[in-house]
């Protein structure tokens, strides 16, 4: 049995030790904010955080995760009043909308480590958190906003 915490809340996992991460919050939490967009680690659609740091939860497998803290999209903030979603919000960051969850995650994981990010601290956290839409651009606008810089 795996012990862990989901948005604050306890819970024990039985299942397959190799599922990844993403699938039980998707399919067994139905915490569905987290996306499925390559499985392999490459676009950031599935990022959550784990201990405070941004993680890819389609390569983070149930058995890594005894005694950890995931905290997904769902349970970043209250009433979705996290700074970061306060500058989306202000800046009209998203445009599909599906990569964004990720792209919060990401986001709020940087601001936390570093509180007042350079433009290249902001491509360099974000770079894997692929947008088809292309909204890069207000995608930072939106970091620096939150970060109490220029918007
Ligand atoms: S779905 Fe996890 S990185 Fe693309
Ligand atoms: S807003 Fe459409 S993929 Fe990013």
């Not at 599922?19 to 676009?43: A, H, N, Q």
């Not at 955080?49 to 890819?56: C, F, K, L, S, T």
């Not at 998203?94 to 990010?117: E, F, N, R, T, V």
Request: proline share 5%.
């Amino acid at each position: 049995m795996i012990s862990l915490k989901v948005n604050g809340a306890a819970k024990e996992y039985t299942g397959d030790p190799e599922m990844p991460l993403l699938w039980y919050l998707r399919d067994v939490l139905e915490l569905t904010g987290s996306k499925f967009g390559c499985g392999i680690g490459l676009c950031g659609a599935c990022t959550v955080h784990i201990n405070g740091e941004a993680a890819r939860s389609c390569l983070m497998p149930m058995q890594n995760l005894a005694g950890k803290e995931v905290i997904t999209i769902e349970g970043l903030s209250a009433h979705g009043d996290h700074p970061v979603q306060i500058a989306w919000e202000q800046v009209k960051v998203p445009q599909c909308g599906y990569c964004q969850a990720g792209q919060i995650m990401q986001a709020a994981a940087l601001l936390k480590s570093k509180p007042h990010p350079t433009d290249h601290d902001i491509d360099e956290a974000m770079q894997g958190n692929i947008c088809r839409c292309g909204t890069y651009q207000r995608i930072r606008q939106a970091i620096k906003s939150a970060a109490g810089g220029a918007a």
